[in-house]
């Protein structure tokens, strides 16, 4: 009775939950002329790829998607590299104020992001970096990097010092050793944080829309924000255009995801 019972509890949550998915597809397979055709179709009668190749053939999407791809790479490697070498030295070196300043880093992610949106734009501007994707990878960089600290001092904190102690005894320095062994037993962790950090520049919204103006530097979701138009909406293209944004993360998860559990588990365990 009750796996019975827990079993259809869960098919009714998994329909909710993948409902709006299944709409998606259902409406970026429409032709444009049946998107708001009353009453309902749950599927289209004539299922169309149009859509598709519209966003690409008709619309800047391919710059679109580059921009992104670009700035959420750069802003994880800029991130992951600095977390990773700030974490480590917060893991294994003491001095003077390191708690204070740490949770100080922390303390910053409880800031709302739109609160500081008027100053970046000042500075932006004032370095003459706005419209440019290297002032969006500074931008998100900023807002990763104490949280991916804070998430690497702890999963450096789960590998043994020994390890540290036998790389000295071998000959290598303190840098070549952090490199060359720990690194390679971090890359659970590393990986872990690197999708936060890929996922946060992605899907941001609101400073690729103030600090760039051209659809030459649009992020992708900036240029699928412009799908709406004045008088009319291309629902197709606009569920195709959402669809193909949503391929990168999916990937990245179904290849990592076998890092993802016990990189962001095992800096909770010693």
Known sequence: MWPAAVYAALAVVNIFVLFPLYSMI???????SA???VPVQWWPAAPTLAAYASIWVGRPYGRYFLNSALVASATTLVSIGFAALA???FSRYRFRGAS?????MVATQMIPSILLLITYFKVVSWFGLYNTLTALVLAYTSFVLPFTTWLLKGYFDSVPIELDEAALIDGCSPLSGFLRVILPVALPGITATSIYAFL???NEFIFAYVLTDSSEKYTISVGIAHFFGEYSVAWNELMAAGLVAAV???VLYL???RF????????ALK
Do not use: E
Not at 26 to 32: E, G, K, L, Y
């Open 248 to 250: 990168p993360p999916i």
């Open 260 to 267: 993802l559990v016990s990189g962001l588990t095992a800096g």
């Open 35 to 37: 998107t708001m055709t």
């Open 26 to 32: 259902a409406t970026s397979i429409r032709p444009a």
């Open 255 to 257: 290849f990592t995801s």
């Open 200 to 202: 946060l520049a992605w």
């Open 87 to 89: 974490g480590y030295g």
């Open 100 to 104: 204070g300043l740490l949770m100080a």
